[in-house]
């Protein structure tokens, strides 16, 4: 019989071999499971790197740089990068790396991108030229704001086009643009400015110009003329002033007239007066000539015209109440109403003589009942208004276009010539009752226009013949 003691101890012996042999049998099972591993790892490996050989063969650009730089990676085998020399971690991390790029190649969705160089054709260029409006497109100097580095570049590519076909370069879609830039690029031409015209309608005669307005009130069928103001009028008056107003008509009504105040001794008078024609239709305005007359008051004589206008109120827009400036034309009543006398002036300073020849006289005013004239012209020579010495011609019987070439002297001293006054006067001889006068004509500096432009020229020239004809008046 076993004593207990004995038994206790067996058992712990079975379970101490037990667990030996359990870790032993787990070592082992550890190392298999290891060794295993390994062979499958390396054999992996192995198919990876075949794979990826294969895949950067099939990939690889053929851009001569790409398939260097890819030799350089993969076959050499001294790099520190390689796959053999390099730690297997480095290597592990470039498999990867290049496994996620092949990925991305092998992906079914993307499509691959292919680069070209896609040259434009010539119906595109004339397309654009002739849209751009360049029918000979010329060269473009380029603006480079990249550098001069940049600029380097750009000139040696462009110096390398340069040698291509010059079909090639009228071709090209760039030139067009380039044209077309240089053209917006270029120093608009500045035109030289002109003076704005002069806003006066009419001719010029030197006898002033005219300010006026209209407007129409088409509701109450009125017409409002306001005579504002008239400049630069000539003078009638021995003083070199006139007494200026204006003689309105609505043409061809000439019974009813109107008249502005009258401006004494006044060459720029401001009037600024209305005049209204009540009940007028518009289409009845149209038919109208509105006519105005400038005139200079004479108490004692007839009052002279200065100049007159028309405004045929067809050509005016009288919705916009224009304001308009008209210059004064020669009155056509009243000339050559009398008739016009030849003339002819000269004077020598040094002996203070003034040499006044009648030459003739034509369309004169008949007087009497035959409808002829028996003329003749007589001269007094005036200081003012004292008359010191008279002279006449002889008498041309039944005629209204005497000739008389008679020539007539005066002692005028070089210091009064100024002050001195010719007055030539035109009478109709009649044997039984008085002489009756047909017209006038006052030569001095202080004369009229016309009268005053003579008797200067007179002076100008000293010792020679200066004619003129000269309208008779009243």
């Known amino acids: 019989m ?15 071999v037990l667990a030996v042999v359990s870790s032993v049998a787990s070592v082992f099972i550890l190392l298999l499971a290891v ?4 062979c499958c790892w390396q054999k992996k490996r192995g198919s990876d790197e075949e794979h990826v050989d294969k895949l950067v063969q099939k990939y690889a650009p053929q851009d001569t740089d790409t398939r260097q730089l890819g030799k350089r990676s993969w076959e050499d085998k001294d790099s520190t990068v390689g796959f053999q020399s390099g730690s297997p971690m480095l290597r592990r991390k470039t498999i990867n790396i290049i496994n996620g790029l092949l990925d991305r190649f092998e992906r079914p969705s993307r499509n691959p991108v292919v680069a070209e160089h896609v040259q434009p054709s010539s119906s595109t260029h004339s397309a654009l030229n002739d849209s751009l409006g360049m ?30 076909s010059t079909d090639e370069e009228n071709g090209s879609v760039w030139k067009g643009m380039k044209n077309f ?31 006026i307005s209209l407007s129409y009130d088409f509701q ?30 609505l043409l061809p009504d000439k019974k009813h007239k109107l008249l502005t105040k009258v401006k004494k001794r006044n060459l720029n008078p401001r009037w600024n007066e209305c005049f209204l024609f009540e009940g007028w239709p518009h289409n009845k305005l149209l038919e109208k000539t509105l006519y105005l007359q400038v005139i200079d008051y004479d108490r004692f004589s007839r009052d002279d015209p200065i100049g007159e206008t028309y405004i045929p109120l067809n050509e005016i827009d ?44 034509k369309d004169l005013k008949a007087k009497d009942i035959t ?4 003329p003749y012209v007589k001269l007094w020579l005036m200081y003012g208004n004292a008359k010191t010495e008279k002279k006449k011609t002889s008498i041309k019987m039944r005629t209204l276009n005497p000739v008389y070439n008679e020539s007539f002297i005066f002692e005028i001293p070089w210091e009064r010539i100024r002050e001195a006054t010719i007055e030539v006067t035109v009478m109709d001889f009649d044997k039984v009752g008085r002489n009756e006068m047909i017209g006038k004509v006052m030569l001095g500096s202080k004369s009229g226009p016309l009268e005053s432009r003579h008797w200067n020229d007179m002076i100008t020239k000293p010792r020679q013949q200066v004619a003129q004809w000269h309208l008779l008046k009243d």
């Open 2 to 16: 076993i004593p207990k003691h004995t038994s206790g101890t067996m058992d712990d012996t079975m379970q101490i």
């Open 35 to 38: 060794f295993v591993c390994a």
């Open 135 to 164: 029918r000979n497109p010329g060269t473009y100097q380029s603006i480079n704001s990249a550098g001069p580095q940049n600029h380097r570049t750009l000139s040696q590519s462009n110096s390398q086009k340069s040698t291509t």
């Open 181 to 211: 830039a240089n053209m917006l690029m270029e120093d608009p031409v500045v035109e030289e400015e002109l003076p704005p015209p002069d806003p006066t309608e009419g001719v010029d005669c030197g006898l002033g110009k005219l300010q």
């Open 220 to 249: 109450t069928l009125t017409l409002t003329l306001k005579v504002l103001q008239a400049t630069n009028l000539i003078a009638k008056d021995f003083s070199g002033t006139s007494d200026p107003y204006v003689k309105i008509l």
């Open 318 to 361: 009288l919705s916009q109440s224009p304001v308009m400036w008209r210059f004064l034309q020669p009155c056509k009543d009243s000339r050559g109403k009398l008739g016009e006398l030849l003339l002819s002036l000269s004077y020598q300073p040094a002996v203070g003589r003034l040499t006044v020849i009648v030459m003739k006289a």
């Open 371 to 374: 409808g002829a004239s028996d």
